[in-house]
Each structure stands twice: as structure tokens, then as C-alpha cells.
């Protein structure tokens, strides 16, 4: 009887440790009996009905030659046969730059960044978008505009390779293409077609780089002359942190001013934000002169270079917040290389960085009488891409180069850029003094005092734009896309800026290039930093706009870090009270000031919180500068003969 029992014990412990293991219990039991399981209203895979759609979306997986992975949508046509491809490859999302607004319709689906959405619906191009290697859906490292395989890349890929790659699988498995494949993409976005022009895909027919990141240190996103565009610290901080981007920047202060003086140098902040864990904050803490870290990895450089093998559409804006450098210092690279002058061609409009996609008739308070975004779209964009793309379509008939000329607010076809002055050119220097009693002209002074002077006191730096200065940001409101059109009066009327103001204009005067400076200036302290502002006085008052009476649109102004005088690569400190020399170009205009009008210039030396302040004392890495290393500076510009400072106009005309 015992061994019964026994046994009758042990099969109730089996069965009871076989119910353990089911999840039942007697516990359960009773629970399942007081609320029983309520079948799930959610399939376990649900399919979408789209065949109401226009088109058709695939997400694929693209193996590379190393075998990672890139996370790809193709979105076609419905019924698309023989249709050319337009290639982006981006940073920001595959998914959120073809579901802007999830419709059945392809047009809404593609509005927004990076999507001249009207040209691709219109012209039945099939669309594809690709996160880049390491960012989102796509498998791999990431490496901030990883370079070009060599001493900055040891390994074997590239963004170039990884779009030959990409290229050469979709010409094979997207049987409803032609096999014309074409690069876009704006700023980041538009880095990624220059990379497509080294050793490009045969398939690779054209490339529209946008407002492209070409050379981060010389005039793009990182630097401006040596000055540290620290505004773009939250960029860096929320780009590397996550493959995804979630990782969001934080601040405690309404005003990014006082932020920035919160934590005083860029350095400090840097260390504040943890940034010391991202690969690329410590790169370019590292490197804050003109290195080969940063020769190595210019795209204008590199693409010189190259043989010049595809047909390449340069896009730039004449008042690009972010990235006005780049783009026409690839188009001087490369235009050598176009023997036959149908290679390369060269679109300015009056835009914001990547507004060419966007509405274009006006910019903050400036107005152009059209649409010029639609018009670049319509007459430049959609013809170039239809002679590279389709099978059949006619031989574009775009000028060498087609450029907006504010002022006159008139589209131009251009021979080159800038109307260089060679043979016949139509094109001259004229030197813009600055003129003792704070005044302008094209006559050299001759007397009347030798300098003005003012003090530069980082402990109440000039912000670059009025107050409350908002973050880099394009959504809720925010206006960052505006501020080179801000109106200067708010600079002109401190003590620590100096003005120079021509008088009225008789006649108009046009500039089509580069304005140069020439400063010679003087500082009490071991380093400096010059902000030189070409400006457009309107007349005090303007029927048309009465708001527009008095304002002071600037043309093109940049900032210069005084130690780099000697060369971008060689820093070296200031001899103080000598007057030196200075010598930059701004960025590139094509204005007509009219008859009315007066030019002023500007010269003040911080540029707040946009750039980090120069302490005025010369350290060896101004990231890491203390706060005793801040000190106030007296500065004088020159304006004397033999020590006359002026900027050369690129006048067009007599």
C-alpha cells in the first residue's frame, strides 16, 4: 500500500511540474476561469490593401561587398516601364523622406526634404531612398561623411563604393527601369552624389548635389575660417549618439545666448553633454586648424582629382545658412575638367539652405516677384534630369550656369561663374574703402585720422542675430533658415561694431563673384576674430514694402580667426598694437544695388553664439580655453595710406 501511494505521489509531482511548465496551475486554473483569454483583434502579420495606390513600395535589404546590409525603399510607378531612377542617400530616415504624408497618391507620400516632389511625380521617375551605412534601417558603422577609402579609411568601403554597390543592384533586380540611374540629395544628403562621382557606377548618368557638405572646416558646417560653428554642437550630439536619432539634445535656457555663455568655451560644453563618448566630437576637437584631417576629406579636393565622367548639376544658395561654401568650390574643381562645356552646369538661386525644393518667392522680409524655387524646378532641374534619364528626351538647353540676380530679381544665363576677369571679361575689382568718419566710397583715403577703434569683450560678445536667439531648427516656428537675411540694424547701433556707409547711389551697381577683404587691423590682444559684413541700405523709405524702409540686408558676410593669417594650417599668435593684414573672401553674390540704395560695411570681432568666442589671448586649442583666457581687446582697423582697409567688389560693368 505504501509503494502505491508512493507512486500515486510522485505521478501527482510529474504532473503537477508538467502543469508548472504549461503555465497551469490550480492558481491558473481558477484565474483562466475568471477571465478567460480574449482572442487578439491583431493578426500576427497584418498585409495593407494598396491596390488602389499609384504606385507600388518595396523595402529592401541591399547586400554591399563587404556584406552589411543597407536599409533601401523603391517606390514606383504604378505601371512604370523603362523609368529612369533617381538615387538619395541619407542620414535622416529612409522612411520618414517617403512617408511624409501617407497617402495612396505618390505625390504627397514624397513631400518635404530632399523630394522635389512635383519633377519625380510628374516625369514617372522611380524613386529610391537609402539609409546610409550605420543610420536607421541599415546595418554598419557610421562615420560622420565617412571618407574616401585611404589614410582618413583604412577599410575597404566607402559612401562611394556603397553607392556602386547599391546602384549596381538595382539596375539588376529593378526590371522596371531603364538602367539610367541619376544621385540627388541636399546638404548631407547632397555630399552623397559627390561621393557617387569617384569611380562612379556605369549605370550613373547624372548628379545633383544641393547645397552640399563639402568642406567642413573651410566654410561649411564646422568651421568658417578657423572660427568653430559650435550653434551645430545639438547636430553633432543627436547625429552619433543613437543609430536612430532618439537620443535628443537638451537645454535649461530660453535664449541660446545665454546658454552658450553658461558653459563658456565649446570645449566645456562639450564635456558638460558627455559628447567625449562620440567619434566624431573627439576628431574634431583634435583638429581645429587646416590639417590633412581636413585637407584629406574636402569633396572639392578629392573631385579634383577625379576624371570627370558623369554630367554633374551644382545647386547653390545665395544665402545658405549652413552650407554656402562647398558647392562652388566643387564647381571650381571640376569646370576644368569640362572640355567640352556640356558637363557641368551651375544653378544660384536667392534660396535658404535646400529651399529649391520648397516655395521661393520670398525669404524672410525679402520678396523676389516669382516663385524662384518653381522656376529651378520647372526650367533647370526637370530638363537636365530628363536628358540623362530617359530614353528618348532632348538635349537640355541650360546655360553653363543660371543665376538669380537679387535686386534686379531676374534670371540669368551665365557663360561661367564668377565672370572671371580674363580677356573681355565683363568683370572688374574695384576696391570699397573704408573711409575715416565712418564713411564708404571707391576713393582711396587721404587723410582724416588713421584708425577707428573699438573694445571687443567676450564677456558680452554681439550676437550674430537679435535676442532671444533661437536653436538650429527648421519646425515649430523657428527661423534659423532666415537669419543671413536678418535685418544688420541691430549690430549698427553698438559701440563694439564699426559701420561705414557710402552715400546714395546715382546708378546701379552690380557684383557678380566673391567680394575679397582686405583689413588691416590691429588688436591689443594675442588673437582675434574679424566679421566683415557687406551690406544693402534700402532708402529710409520703400512705398512698395513700407517695412522694408531703412533695412540693411546683408549681401555676404563672413568671420576670420586671426591666428590663421600666416595660413589655414599653421596657427601662430598675434603680434599685439601692429596693425596686420587680413586677407578673405566672402561668400559669393550676384546683386544689384540700386539706384537709392547705399553699401555699408561692418566689422566687429565675435559673432555670438553662432561661433565660439576667441579669447583674445592665444591658446593653443581655443576648445579648451579657460575662463581666465577670455580678456577684453581694443581693436582698430586702419583706414590710412599705405594702411588703407577696403573689400574688393566683383563689379560687373562699368
Not at 91 to 115: E, F, V
Not at 267 to 294: R, T
Not at 398 to 415: E, Y
Not at 515 to 542: C, F, M, N, R
Request: with cysteine; proline share 8%.
Amino acid at each position: 500500500m505504501s509503494r502505491l501511494l508512493a507512486r500515486r505521489g510522485a505521478l501527482a509531482s510529474a504532473f503537477a511540474l508538467l502543469l508548472l511548465a504549461l503555465g497551469r496551475t490550480p492558481a491558473a486554473d481558477a484565474r483562466q476561469a475568471r477571465y478567460p483569454d480574449y482572442p487578439s483583434e491583431t493578426p500576427a502579420k497584418f498585409v495593407p490593401v494598396t491596390s488602389s495606390f499609384d504606385y507600388d513600395m518595396r523595402e529592401v535589404m541591399i547586400p554591399m561587398r563587404d556584406g552589411v546590409k543597407l536599409h533601401t525603399l523603391i517606390l514606383l510607378p504604378r505601371g512604370a516601364r523603362r523609368a529612369g531612377i533617381l538615387l538619395t542617400r541619407t542620414p535622416y530616415d529612409a522612411k520618414a523622406l517617403t512617408a511624409h504624408a501617407p497617402s495612396g497618391h505618390l505625390g504627397p507620400m514624397l513631400q518635404g526634404y530632399d523630394n522635389a516632389a512635383d519633377v519625380i511625380v510628374e516625369d514617372g521617375y522611380i524613386r529610391v531612398v537609402q539609409d546610409i551605412r550605420g543610420k536607421y534601417g541599415s546595418e554598419g558603422d557610421y562615420v560622420m561623411n565617412r571618407p574616401v577609402h585611404g589614410p582618413l579609411n583604412p577599410t575597404p568601403v566607402d559612401d562611394a563604393t556603397d553607392t556602386w554597390d547599391t546602384i549596381d543592384w538595382l539596375v539588376k533586380h529593378v526590371p522596371e527601369s531603364n538602367g539610367r540611374v541619376a544621385t540627388i540629395g541636399i546638404s548631407y544628403d547632397g555630399f552623397e552624389p559627390l561621393m557617387s562621382l569617384v569611380d562612379p557606377h556605369p549605370a550613373l548618368k547624372a548628379a545633383v548635389p544641393m547645397n552640399p557638405m563639402v568642406d567642413g572646416w573651410m566654410g561649411d558646417d564646422w568651421f568658417h575660417h578657423g572660427a568653430f560653428r559650435q550653434q551645430n554642437l545639438s547636430y553633432i550630439y543627436e547625429q552619433e549618439a543613437t543609430r536612430d536619432n532618439s537620443t535628443k539634445w537638451w537645454t535649461s535656457f530660453h535664449d541660446e545666448y545665454d546658454l552658450f555663455m553658461h558653459y563658456g568655451s565649446a570645449g566645456a560644453m562639450g564635456e558638460a553633454y558627455g559628447m567625449k563618448q562620440l567619434g566624431f566630437w573627439n576628431k574634431l576637437v583634435a583638429h581645429p586648424a587646416y590639417d590633412a584631417f581636413w585637407q584629406q576629406q574636402a569633396m572639392d579636393k578629392v573631385l579634383a582629382a577625379q576624371p570627370l565622367k558623369v554630367p554633374v548639376l551644382l545647386v547653390h544658395s545665395l544665402w545658405d545658412q549652413e552650407d554656402i561654401y562647398g558647392d562652388l568650390a566643387v564647381y571650381r574643381a571640376i569646370k576644368p575638367k569640362d572640355k567640352n562645356g556640356d558637363m557641368v552646369k551651375l544653378a544660384m538661386g536667392p534660396w535658404h539652405h535646400g529651399q529649391e525644393i520648397e516655395e521661393g518667392s520670398s525669404l524672410g522680409a525679402i520678396r523676389f516677384g516669382s516663385d524662384t524655387a518653381r522656376y529651378f524646378r520647372e526650367h533647370i532641374l526637370r530638363p537636365f534630369l530628363a536628358q540623362y534619364l530617359k530614353d528618348d528626351a532632348p538635349k537640355a538647353d541650360l546655360a553653363p550656369v543660371t543665376a538669380f540676380q537679387t535686386g534686379s530679381n531676374q534670371w540669368q544665363r551665365l557663360d561661367r561663374w564668377p565672370l572671371a576677369c580674363e580677356s573681355g571679361c565683363a568683370t572688374a575689382s574695384r576696391a570699397l574703402y573704408l573711409q575715416p568718419g565712418g564713411k564708404l566710397g571707391f576713393d582711396a583715403p587721404a587723410g582724416g585720422g588713421a584708425y577707428d577703434e573699438y573694445v571687443s569683450d567676450p564677456a558680452h560678445p554681439v550676437p550674430f542675430r537679435a535676442r532671444p536667439i533661437q536653436p538650429v531648427g527648421y519646425d515649430n516656428g523657428l527661423t534659423w533658415s532666415e537669419w543671413l537675411v536678418d535685418d544688420q540694424r541691430e549690430a549698427s547701433g553698438r559701440t563694439d561694431v564699426l559701420t561705414y556707409v557710402s552715400a546714395p547711389l546715382t546708378a546701379p551697381l552690380a557684383i557678380a563673384g566673391a567680394p575679397e577683404v582686405h583689413l588691416t587691423a590691429a588688436t591689443s590682444g594675442t588673437d582675434s576674430d574679424w566679421v566683415v559684413k557687406l551690406i544693402d541700405v534700402y532708402p529710409d523709405q520703400v512705398a512698395e514694402q513700407p517695412a522694408m524702409g531703412g533695412y540693411q540686408l546683408a549681401v555676404a558676410m563672413d568671420i576670420f580667426r586671426g591666428r590663421y593669417r600666416g595660413g589655414y594650417d599653421k596657427p601662430a599668435p598675434l603680434a599685439a598694437g601692429q596693425p596686420l593684414d587680413y586677407r578673405f573672401a566672402l561668400p559669393a553674390a550676384n546683386h544689384v544695388f540700386l539706384p537709392g540704395h547705399r553699401l555699408m560695411v561692418q566689422v566687429q570681432s565675435s559673432w555670438f553664439p553662432l561661433y565660439d568666442r576667441n579669447p583674445q589671448t592665444y591658446v593653443d586649442n581655443i576648445f579648451f580655453a579657460r575662463p581666465a583666457d577670455y580678456v577684453k581687446a581694443t581693436q582698430r582697423v586702419y583706414h590710412a595710406p599705405g594702411q588703407a582697409s577696403f573689400i574688393a567688389l566683383p563689379v560687373v560693368g562699368k
